[in-house]
């Protein structure tokens, strides 16, 4: 009998204990890692790019977009740019074992920062594992995704003009346009349920004039700093 009480209080105890950490990870994360660490979600031409410009300037944050490293791998000619400029002209998606690579070396090159913001990965339920596992590895978290919501069409039209003026190949032609946003709903919008379970999802509405949305973001970030 006294046996069977103890196993039962100190089940109880290691329940609460594990309820405690789990509620500390979770949800007061901020309270006891004040880092900053954003994955800045949305489909091709949400505007991710232009709304981290933007946040890392605000915020002092380290910008961690894979569409911009393999940008300069391609420019360069390297050997992973030249074999990632044949998947991204189609608008496929690069193997999540390069882009995981990618990020886990820019992780270990700023230890010092107050935050990243992830744009562009992570773009499947992998990438979004694999992050979790390197942060966790170093202590940190990620703190919220802030998912952009713009409607197929504005898409088109935002991608369309930005080839216009860009030498990305990727942008100029309607029909990789709109392979990159079916790889999007086929492979990247589910990562959306990976932070929602986690309870670090939020949606932002991405229509509209760019200083509007980034105010949308700020007070996203707002909100949840005041928690
Ligand atoms: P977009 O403006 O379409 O969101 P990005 O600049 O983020 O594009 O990326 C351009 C291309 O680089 C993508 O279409 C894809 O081929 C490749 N890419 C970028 N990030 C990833 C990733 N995390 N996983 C796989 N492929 C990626």
Redesign the pocket.
């Known amino acids: 009998m006294i046996i069977e009480t103890r196993w039962i209080i100190s089940t109880i105890r290691m329940l609460l204990g594990r309820y405690y950490n789990w509620k500390l990870l979770i949800h007061d994360n901020h309270k006891i890692n004040p880092m900053l660490n954003i994955v800045l979600f949305g489909?091709?031409?949400a505007g991710?790019?232009t709304q981290s410009e933007k946040l890392i300037e605000k915020y002092s944050l380290k910008h961690l977009?894979?569409?911009?490293i393999?940008?300069a791998a391609i420019q360069k000619q390297t050997p992973l740019g030249l074999e990632?400029k044949r998947?991204?002209d189609k608008?496929?998606?690069?193997p999540?074992e390069t882009?995981i690579g990618l990020i886990a070396k820019e992780l270990d090159a700023n230890k010092n920062v107050k935050g990243f913001i992830f744009?562009?990965?992570?773009?499947?339920t992998l990438?979004a594992q694999k992050l979790d596992e390197m942060l966790t590895s170093k202590g940190i978290a990620i703190t919220m995704m802030m998912a952009l919501v713009v409607d197929h069409q504005e898409l088109v039209k935002r991608l369309l003009n930005r080839g216009l003026i860009s030498a990305r190949s990727?942008d100029q032609n309607v029909d990789i346009i709109e392979n990159?946003i079916k790889v999007y709903n086929d492979y990247t919008k589910v990562v959306a349920d990976y932070y929602k379970e986690q309870n670090k999802y939020k949606a932002v509405d991405g229509m509209g004039e760019i200083d509007e949305i980034f105010e949308r973001l700020c007070t996203t970030i707002k909100e949840y700093q005041k928690d």
């Open positions: 489909p091709p031409g991710k790019g977009s894979t569409g911009d393999l940008r990632a998947i991204i608008g496929e998606l690069v999540d882009v744009d562009g990965f992570p773009r499947t990438q990727d990159r």
